[in-house]
């Protein structure tokens, strides 16, 4: 709980909260089984609805006035949990570095303070002189003049759902206090928490960034308020939204029975100065570090180890195709959920020396480099930075049509694309890229020119900034009508 959350939960004589989170945590870690069942609990005891009275009185805050024809002095703040080691994480660092380069001024709020894994991707935003800045790190006495300039607002914020706080407060401080021309949230946590703050807060322009598909296909995601508040929040002309993919747009539009044009597909850029060839000698020394071979050929895979991941469809490719390469070699770099039951599966099999799993790396240049191929074996995708990242390097993959995979890989020029869960189809490609050096060379030469054309950085962040020019002639035009 930051500072403004404090506050506000002082005035209304709240629990701490804190000392419940740290009981959640607790118990998640301690015993997944029970709080599963205290979550399920929870959840069913929820009413999936906006309450009348509250979505009243979101739609009666007008929004802050702004010239549409300013946008060189356009002000975006970006909000995200952390800069933790995701794709929508380095997507936003990406965009808010490629548009600074362009002279806009743009800020990146986070939830966490960015130490250890929330500091992931700090060093991006550092080298391009951006600082992030912490919800709620520091209290302005100002924040309660101006709460309570606004009739209301105190009183909804008391009754606003245990989901929505602490963190909805506390971003809704930093916007009062500094209020910024757009916000653009990432992620479904983000969306539904930063865009309540941003109507309460009025700012003009409010950009929902979803990645992947909807929330209801992750157990460790889905949520009954989801729905209803984002739908509530697809209702406000100054609220659009953006998705990575267009398989992933598609899913979100039925999802919230929207339709399809109102929501933009944005492809994750690459950004070529940062995702770099390694020094061959970089490359020997890791493959030295992992006790490879020389002549051993190797596939990485690079993802988090949870289910829509499935590591054990990459592990079962993997070890069927090492049955039939014998000096095959494999490595994960990643970390989540399922990675004790991977360790368990290399063990049973007796391929400890050979498939190894490295945890979280900031070096995954090198890993890909290193590789012979790239497997990526999910059941639910966005645009994958890893499938674009090793293509640009030079890398064959071989992916499953998971969502935004398909967008990513041009099949049989690029990379190999497999339906999900095609356990015999996924081993047949990997073993054509391991045993055809012709083929592998094809693919590895035609992929970083079909990168470059398509996902590279500087087209990412010019469409994103054409939603939000188009946001704001959208905004102009109807306040012109409104006027005249």
């Known amino acids: 709980m930051g500072t403004y959350a404090a506050w506000v939960a002082a005035q209304a004589g709240s629990p701490p909260v804190p000392r419940l989170k740290r009981l959640a945590w607790?118990?998640?870690r301690r015993a997944p089984w029970l709080h599963g069942l205290?979550?399920?609990?929870?959840?069913?005891?929820?009413?999936?609805?906006?309450?009348?009275?509250?979505?009243?009185?979101?739609?009666?805050?007008?929004?802050?006035?702004?010239p549409a024809s300013d946008f060189g002095k356009l002000r975006a703040l970006h909000c995200i949990g952390g800069l933790i080691p995701g794709g929508a994480e380095r997507q936003l660092c990406n965009f808010v570095v490629g548009a600074s380069r362009r002279g806009l001024e743009l800020r990146v709020l986070t939830l966490r303070e960015s130490v250890d894994d929330d500091a992931h991707y700090a060093d991006?935003?550092?080298?391009?002189?951006?600082?992030?800045?912490v919800a709620g790190a520091d209290f302005n006495a100002d924040f309660v003049r101006k709460l309570r300039a606004r009739p209301g607002t105190l009183e909804l914020l008391n009754q606003l759902p245990v989901f929505f706080l602490p963190y909805t407060v506390d971003i809704l401080g930093e916007l009062l206090i500094d209020p910024p021309d757009i916000v653009h949230a990432w992620l479904d946590h983000n969306n539904i928490w930063a865009g309540v703050a941003a109507l309460l807060a009025g700012i003009p322009h409010i950009v929902l960034s979803t990645r992947n598909v909807n929330p209801n296909h992750f157990s460790y995601l889905a949520h009954p308020l989801f729905k209803p508040w984002y739908r509530l929040l697809a209702s406000f002309p100054?609220?659009?939204?953006?998705?990575?993919?267009?398989?992933?747009?598609?899913?979100?539009?039925?999802?919230?029975?929207?339709?399809?044009?109102?929501i933009k597909v944005v492809h994750n850029g690459v950004d070529f100065d940062t995702v770099v060839h390694p020094t061959p000698d970089a490359v020997r020394?890791?493959?030295?570090?992992?006790?490879?071979?020389?002549?051993?050929?190797?596939?990485?895979?690079?993802f988090r180890l949870s289910e829509e991941k499935?590591?054990?469809?990459?592990f079962e490719v993997v070890r069927r195709a090492m049955s039939r390469v014998r000096n095959l070699h494999a490595v994960v770099a990643g970390v989540g959920p399922c990675e004790g039951e991977l360790r368990e599966a290399v063990a049973r099999h007796g391929l400890s020396d050979r498939f190894r799993?490295?945890?979280?790396?900031?070096?995954?240049?090198?890993?890909?480099?290193?590789?012979?191929?790239?497997?990526?074996?999910?059941?639910?995708?966005?645009?994958?930075?890893?499938?674009?990242?090793?293509?640009?390097?030079?890398?064959?993959?071989?992916?499953?049509?998971?969502?935004?995979?398909?967008?990513?890989?041009?099949?049989?020029?690029?990379?190999?694309?497999?339906?999900?869960?095609?356990?015999?189809?996924?081993?047949?490609?990997?073993?054509?890229?391991l045993l055809d050096q012709s083929r592998r060379t094809r693919l590895s030469e035609a992929a970083p020119a079909f990168i470059a054309e398509r996902f590279g950085l500087d087209r990412m962040v010019?469409?994103?900034?054409?939603?939000?020019?188009?946001?704001?002639?959208?905004?102009?035009?109807?306040?012109?009508?409104?006027?005249?």
């Open 26 to 28: 607790m118990l998640q």
């Open 38 to 66: 205290a979550r399920r609990w929870h959840y069913d005891s929820i009413e999936p609805s906006v309450p009348p009275r509250m979505a009243a009185f979101l739609r009666r805050v007008q929004p802050n006035a702004r």
């Open 124 to 133: 991006l935003l550092h080298r391009a002189g951006i600082r992030a800045f």
């Open 462 to 484: 010019e469409e994103t900034l054409t939603v939000y020019r188009e946001a704001l002639q959208r905004n102009f035009t109807a306040d012109d009508k409104i006027l005249g």
């Open 357 to 433: 799993l490295l945890g979280r790396r900031k070096d995954v240049e090198i890993v890909m480099a290193a590789a012979t191929a790239v497997l990526l074996a999910s059941r639910q995708e966005g645009t994958p930075n890893v499938l674009l990242e090793a293509q640009w390097l030079g890398c064959p993959v071989v992916a499953t049509k998971a969502g935004g995979a398909a967008d990513a890989v041009s099949h049989d020029r690029t990379g190999l694309l497999l339906d999900v869960g095609d356990v015999d189809g996924l081993t047949e490609a990997l073993l054509s890229l």
């Open 310 to 314: 499935q590591p054990m469809v990459f």
């Open 238 to 262: 100054h609220v659009r939204f953006i998705n990575n993919s267009h398989p992933g747009a598609e899913d979100y539009a039925t999802w919230l029975d929207l339709g399809i044009d109102h």
């Open 285 to 302: 020394l890791f493959r030295s570090e992992i006790r490879l071979p020389p002549d051993a050929p190797l596939v990485a895979g690079v």
